[in-house]
């Protein structure tokens, strides 16, 4: 490892039976050595609690604790994350191997921090416990069941509460006031936790040591930047397809976006997530090294491609980057997870790219830590709505007809692909990092100098004080871009008796909308400019313009009568209505118009070629050059550069890339006035 | 309402929560302004019982009445419909309940008649008491375990009982006889159900109150004829895709049949199957306000395109059109099935397509009620024949290789838009309303001359005494129509001894069949014409000719050595045999034959045109003629027609018709002889 | 049936209820009849145990014999094949049932033989009792669970065990090693059931008379080898898609590979299976009569196709050919089962074309009886590799991605289908018929003589001592070729820590592999002719050569780099190794690079004719020729021949072929030196 410019491996976790092979009978010395032998080499450590997958005796003994996705249906044990976390007897045996584990090591100067469970969040736990603290939960904040009955209009379908016992488990429920109440509900156990789980480790920890958990970011029952708090860092496990699915222009080829994402733009937006549960760099825990997700998906990184994702996410803010894992094994589930070696324990291609890697980061030293990544653009991610949407899916999938898990995503995917296509840096806020229930908590108007646009799609999910503040945001003199579904439903996902978009003075309104199955061409009628395929899909909403001058129309004999795309000025700011779901062409047309000065720093990129840039902490302008394909290309330097990887190239004049390559750059002078 | 024209409202179903928050205790007088509202404003009411959606005290007191999908396996609450009703615990509380509401309203003068429950038979009941009720229906039909095993064929498999206790439950039958008996039994209780809730209503209401259920008729577990029986009048709730599935020539677009059909052809056999099953006018109860199915499914009508479906619907036989539902909810989790108030709540698109609608009905007053609906061709239909094949079904879905749940379903349409497409309008008749164990119930010979073709196609599940009505009347002078399946199986779905077609002087035979993947084309070989386009499709019965004549012939080298279509006379008239499921154009070409002289009224329509008529109670003859799609046309009137309404537009020479337009007219002077 | 040319029936399975209609109450003498009457017209007759299908009053009785295919969810009872037959309250009936008929019925004259239940091994038993044996067979295997932990792995997941009590049921299992050791106990229980049923038997039976079952080859939960040591001789039942499946060129139309197969190839490749099972002639107990699979699969074969299956089946070592069945069904759940009888029970099109087909073989005697099919190719048919590898699948199904559990069988059939298609015929050996854990059982050099050519495909799954095996055939002059994922992982299914391809003297080696989702266009660099056409598909071994010489290259900027196919001398022979799956081009290219000779025996087939042969019991040459289309044919003969099912025809210098015909030929003279 140490020859591979290794300096971190991360030990300890899911390996209970390891630490404690019977109830009460620890173990815990097989550990010394290796920290001994990673603090002799330079290696620093990140210890694990090994909670997310518990010893069969455990469950043997306790098979209440078995997670069941289904009321009264426990689910079998034989891989890992099956338990219910909040279950009492887990717990108790939990904190006990914690305890024993973190006391004895936490002193080891190997040890730098702690990592807390692993990708939490999985299940939806429908275990007796779980779902009689929801009871209560909804008891102590509705107090009676004529006031929920009123809340969630339980009348409809006969559901009014006679009392609290005659709330219904979430099985077979089709409520949808429920369903996100369910969902937040979930969330808040993983938080907590979590959070039990740090503040345990933080009886032991030295100040110098940092507690944060790997997360991966789809999994439904979290919300990453309420669970994050407890943590020093946010630390992700970011993995994708490579291979063909990173070339630029992008074609999926058939790879889905899960939790394996798919495209050389979704590196950049798995980072922007990590960057934005804490508003700050963050760890990378895990990612590709070699072939991952099991034999049955074998797709190992082209040549270069590893460099090529380790810049990306480093040019939006992680400070390391961890390979899960270091040697393949040969037995159990994972045989087919490809690591850095692979089964013969030879190193091989994959070692060979990722100590180049490794060597070039040496190099960097800390020209590529505490960066602060660029953005023209913010966009507004909401867990609320994410969850909303899946129960209340906005997308038809046909036959049969059932709606689509991941309609907010697909939402939120279509314009940060616009605005990653457009060049445009994307910051991403919370939320609930925006406003509260108790209103505001950043200033609009210092928001709207620091990100003249921010784009809302898919925010169902909005209370009346966010809202406010993206009113507010307009009027301080920001640009307020408003997408399909926005601004419709309450923070109870109850559909807004306003007019829609609700509380916005959007100059435009809509009472119905209507899916589209294909692509509709779309004409310009103002000072957009729009490519010829440029097209709307999926969605129209029917929209009528009031004050709002109008952009963009459908060619349709029907959908033609309505506005696609409009824009106002409120105050000082402007905002922009989109009523459908734009393709990619569409989607940068309306980037490049809402952020129209980007295109000037790097002039005449080739197709193939991406450039994004952030600020070091010593104010150093960094640029992270990459060219997805197989051509070599070259490209003008607008200033003269220098290469952070390579010392002894400076006052470069004309950058080459080649297949699959990446360049990191530093401008030799700071002209940091047109372009930060 | 009033302003827009709303005459009647349905109120009171599925909120028995409302009428009894907790057992026993009743708050009825909610309702009392609701009904004195509509009173006022001169809308009439149809009371519903409550009892499709149990209120949650009850499904907590009394768990065993959950109905079980599978054997142990209870649905869970959470929407609507999952109890079984036949079970007393249920009936009980259902009974005081009616009793409560009905007894307080039923004299209200609003009052004009009662729906009970709401499209019952969704499910199929697994449940103990249902399943002993099964067995104990077998023991008084057969008897003797020994008589069943010898009806059934049990000695295949081992399956002989030997003791009633021996019965299998149905969840891995794979027995077709058990199947339909399974199937039958539980429509019969559904029909039971019903029946016993319109007895209980009726013992409240006035003479001139009606009481009748709103049927879906794509349910599994309903004869609708059977179920009807019970009623004053059949009501139901046709809904349908809308947007270019109403394009004729039609085209899906993807929209599935299912409870919800696909393509304007629908709506007029969908008339007819409500007129059907009590072969009278009918209400429709519930039809297409918004966007109908949930958030996933969101196609609401193009401009016109409700005034065409009410036209369609009302040609056919209905005398109310009812919108589900006036408001959008805001909560639950109908929040997406859109109403005729946006969420908004302020009148929109919908309400003013509608009131425009309402307008003209006033206008017509009485003339469009009690209309006969024209007919040249009966179509039997049979709800034996569905079940046996949905489960023997007979065509390939690959891969994997499972049957088609809506085989009978496929057939029937075939023919039915073959029909519909050629211009002939269709009476569907059901096989029990032809004849029954006791033998014919129609006279054959009458029914010869008022529906000189009948097809019966699919009709798998036939009786003797049904094939020898089928014969009789063919030799009394009427043209059969034999399509694919029928005649091959007895009323315990037991494949026939004899040569198929079983029973039936059709001058053919066949002993083998067989699917077919790809299309054939077809060549004709004697007075049938058919398209260059028309094609055999999905299977082949191996028709080899006696006395028959050949028709029609396919180009292939195996299956051209059989017929495609025969002809023969019989007594005094014919029968026909079609060995294959014919696409849209050789299903048409096939009716041209049939009903050659129908193309005459209304010469050259335009492709987008359709005609249908009616004879009003007055003897007066009423024309509709729809253009479904988006160009403006314009025909010629055969006879001078005025505008039922626009009294204004009187001796109408020319009919012009907008996009997505009807026009229903009345012939100034009735030339009837032809066209009756 | 004696008129039919009819000379065996099998009888008595599958009908328990009927012999014992209650428990213990014994009803034999109805067989007496069906016995004696096939005695009288000199049919013989295969006498069946019933206990496939077990009677209600059993299942009623002892609940607990169902099967569960999940622990804890028995299987309803309602088809067959529902039991759990390892428990002893079913054993103990099924061996009073079995001592009862078979000592009733085992001296009647016209019994030859015995077929103990049928198709064996459909389900996996999580029953209890199952389980625990399982445990108990770990604990004696492996000794103590620290062993087992080591040996698994179990280790990775926090899987070790801390007693047996411990082992998690396989419901939810993720670990490959248990999933190969219960795949192989599942198949075990399976033989050693079998094994019991024919002890019983042949305490009865007299030694002329033979013990077999009837083998459906694709049920998971079976060994056909091992199985079939407790049998005198092997019967198969192979079914398959008809009609234009049965093309050559072969495209499936759609059929897919499984229980009932796709090509006319896999008509021989079925033959070679059961010829494999024992290395010997077997018989064919069932097959297709008319169309198969129920009323959803209705594809009865076409004119000519019946005698071209009996004939293809009879060249591989066939020695009887049943008809599933004679008459068929009128009720029951195989009622669509379509038997050589129609419903109508009139002699029709299947029993005309079968009669034929029984009066040739009359007439060709013993002519072909004891047949040695020619075979120039050995492929190594691995059980365990086939169960590991649909636990640990190679081959992306997507979306969404998941492995496809025919892995091994598509790699198999790949190389199978190249041979077929090259005209190399094939003896398929068992891995266990070649070396076992005491070492090699055949040797290696005379192996090599009499199959020049080994092909080891798939073999996942191979012991040390196969794989030593394997590199003396090479040394020894034999041509050993590898195949993707050969050699890969141990008995364990651990993956090897050697290099791979593991213990071989390949002369290339490679460390990766991905799966590709496009073909690859692959470029010949050495002696190996390449059709332009020929492509690698699915999969990439990063084939790095060392001695080996190599043959092929893919046209990738990335795979290029590595070698698609390879050869390399060692001893006296050859190994050539193969990195991806080639389509049917490139697999035929390489099986005619790997038996150059073959092509001359019939010069210049016709596309659509394939050329069979074997020697016959008498030392003559038999030929087999299909034409698999309509197109009627003539070629002319290598040397002449005479026409073994029309001994008029002799000295035959040309043969004509019409559409879907097959000809049996003797060589007049046997040439045989250049042709065995």
Not at 100 to 125: C, M, T, W
Not at 169 to 194: G, H, I, S, V
């Amino acid at each position: 490892m140490a020859a591979a410019n290794m300096t971190v491996i991360r030990v300890g976790e899911s390996t209970w039976s390891q630490w404690e092979p019977e109830d009460g009978r620890f173990d815990l010395e097989w550990m010394t050595p290796v920290l001994d032998g990673a603090h002799e080499r330079g290696i620093s450590v990140i210890l694990g609690t090994p909670t997310y997958a518990i010893p069969m005796w455990l469950a043997r003994r306790y098979p209440e604790i078995a997670g069941e996705p289904k009321t009264g249906h426990p689910l079998g044990w034989g891989a890992r994350q099956e338990v219910d976390y909040t279950h009492p007897a887990f717990k108790f045996h939990a904190e006990r191997v914690i305890r024993k584990i973190i006391g004895r090591f936490a002193s080891h100067p190997a040890v730098i921090g702690y990592q807390v469970d692993n990708e939490p969040g999985l299940l939806s736990f429908h275990n007796r416990g779980v779902f009689q603290r929801f009871t209560d939960e909804l008891r102590h904040r509705y107090g009676t069941v004529e006031n929920l009955n009123k809340e969630w209009g339980l009348v409809y379908w006969s559901h009014q509460l006679s009392t609290w016992a005659d709330l219904w488990t979430p099985d077979n429920n089709a409520q949808p006031q429920y369903d996100l109440a369910w969902r937040q509900f979930q969330a808040k156990l993983t938080t907590e936790y979590l959070a039990w789980q740090a503040s345990i480790v933080r009886e032991y920890s030295t100040p110098d040591q940092f507690v944060t958990t790997c997360i991966a970011y789809d999994r439904p029952s979290q919300h990453d930047e309420d669970m994050t708090r407890s943590f020093d860092i946010t630390a992700g496990n970011p993995y994708y397809a490579m291979q063909d699915a990173f070339g630029v222009p992008y074609s999926s080829g058939g790879a889905p976006q899960g939790w394996a994402t798919s495209g050389a733009w979704t590196l950049f937006q798995s980072g922007d997530r990590m960057y934005s549960s804490k508003q700050a760099p963050f760890l990378v825990t895990e990612t590709n090294a070699g072939a991952i997700g099991g034999s049955a998906m074998q797709y190992p990184a082209y040549d270069g491609q590893w460099r090529q994702a380790a810049y990306a996410l480093i040019s939006r803010g992680a400070e390391m980057i961890e390979y899960w894992h270091w040697a393949t094994n040969h037995y159990g589930a994972e045989t087919y997870w490809i690591g850095v070696l692979p089964h013969d324990q030879k190193p091989g291609r994959v070692y060979r790219e990722l100590a180049r890697l490794g060597k070039e980061l040496e190099t960097a030293g800390s020209a590529l830590t505490g960066l602060t990544p660029d953005a023209r653009i913010g966009m507004i991610y909401s867990n609320d709505s994410k969850w909303a949407l899946a129960g209340q899916p906005c997308f038809l999938l046909e036959p049969p007809m059932t709606g689509d898990e991941r309609s907010y995503q697909k939402i939120f995917e279509a314009f940060y692909r616009g605005a990653h296509n457009a060049g445009a840096p994307v910051r991403i806020l919370h939320d609930t990092q925006i406003a509260g229930p108790e209103g505001a908590i950043l200033n609009p108007a210092e928001v709207a100098k620091e990100l003249p646009v921010i784009i809302a799609a898919g925010l169902y999910i909005a209370d009346d004080s966010l809202l406010d503040w993206l009113s507010a945001y307009a009027r301080a003199g920001g640009h307020l871009v408003l997408g399909m579904r926005t601004a419709y439903a309450d923070h109870e996902a109850r559909a807004r008796l306003d007019v829609k978009p609700a509380k916005l003075d959007a100059g435009v309104t809509y009472q119905e909308f209507s899916q589209i199955n294909v692509p509709l061409e779309i004409e310009a009628t103002g000072v957009l400019r729009l490519s010829p395929q440029a097209r709307a899909t999926r969605w129209v909403d029917y929209l009528e313009p009031g004050e709002a001058t109008v952009l963009a129309r459908y060619k349709h004999p029907q959908f033609g009568q309505y506005a696609a795309v409009t824009t106002v000025e409120t105050g000082a700011g402007r905002i922009t209505t989109i009523g459908t779901l734009p393709e990619d062409t569409l989607a940068a047309d309306i980037i490049h118009w809402l952020v129209p000065e980007k295109a000037t720093y790097w002039s005449e990129l080739p197709a193939s070629v991406t450039a994004h840039s952030a600020t070091a902490a010593d104010g150093a302008r960094i640029h992270f050059l990459h060219n997805w394909g197989w051509d070599p290309v070259t490209t003008a330097a607008p200033v003269p550069m220098c290469d952070v990887l390579d010392p002894e190239l400076a006052s470069l004049e004309k950058v080459e890339l080649g297949p699959w390559d990446v360049r990191v750059l530093r401008e030799d002078k700071g002209d940091q006035s047109a372009h930060s």
